[in-house]
């Protein structure tokens, strides 16, 4: 079955710290990899999109990263804001169509906190 | 643009009622999903709909039905509530298969 599993669970850190978030998965065929932020009673959103040729991508002060021999990637926030509390999702696309997991195959989320 | 559009926000439902979530879309996306999410859970699929006019099980389809009313909305329905359904479900849309998918604000149900 396909699975995308996310590590830490959960995570405190000091504002202005950086941190890595973890994403491992075993998905075949693989399409694309996206990472999504949730903020506390909202809908998950789009931070950014890895496709199988590319290695890094960064958005602002997020940089994701793709390593698919290992089928591993992170997602790394730097100088880490009080805004940057929310769950981080890791979601794993494959070409395979249909199915009960459509093609999408959500981790269950990293719940960062930042602290002042 | 509104995007994604979940009607009601929330809900308080006794054991046994039914009631429909209703999800809209104005970017013109084929593709239209339902999503429950749980603590500790993670997003799981309940239906979706990959173009107007069809419509497939997810992960966690018992107790809920779905209609694909045009290609804007995408109801979900609960016939006979359980507590077992207090959750929070999220519908989203995307343009195709391999593209982003946009989420509403969620809708917070509790069964009593």
């Given at each position: ?45 789009s931070l950014t999109i890895m496709t199988f040729s590319e290695n890094t ?46 093609n999408l195959i959500f981790g269950k989320g990293t719940k960062l906190s930042?602290?002042? | ?112």
């Amino acid at each position: 079955k396909n699975q995308v599993e996310q590590s830490p669970q959960s995570l405190i850190i000091l504002e202005g710290k950086n941190c890595t978030l973890q994403c491992n998965y075993t998905v075949s065929p693989f399409s694309n990899l996206r990472w999504y932020k949730q903020d506390t009673g909202r809908g998950p959103v789009s931070l950014t999109i890895m496709t199988f040729s590319e290695n890094t991508k960064s958005n602002g002060r997020y940089t994701a990263t793709l390593d698919a021999d290992t089928k591993q990637s992170s997602l790394h926030i730097t100088a880490s804001q009080l805004s940057d509390s929310a769950s981080y999702i890791c979601v794993v696309i494959t070409n395979s169509y249909g199915g009960s997991q459509g093609n999408l195959i959500f981790g269950k989320g990293t719940k960062l906190s930042v602290k002042p | 643009n509104a995007g994604v559009t979940q009607t009601p926000k929330f809900q308080v439902l006794k054991t046994g009622q039914s009631m429909t979530l209703q999800c809209a879309q104005d970017m013109n996306h084929n593709s239209m999903y339902w999503y429950r999410q749980d603590p500790g859970m993670g997003l799981r699929l309940i239906y979706y709909s990959a173009s107007e006019g069809t419509t497939d099980k997810g992960e966690v389809p018992n107790g809920y039905n779905v209609s694909r009313l045009n290609k804007r909305e995408f109801s979900l329905r609960l016939e006979s509530a359980a507590p077992s359904q207090t959750s929070v479900y999220f519908c989203a849309s995307r343009i195709g298969q391999h593209y982003e998918q946009y989420f509403g604000p969620g809708t917070r149900l509790t069964v009593t």
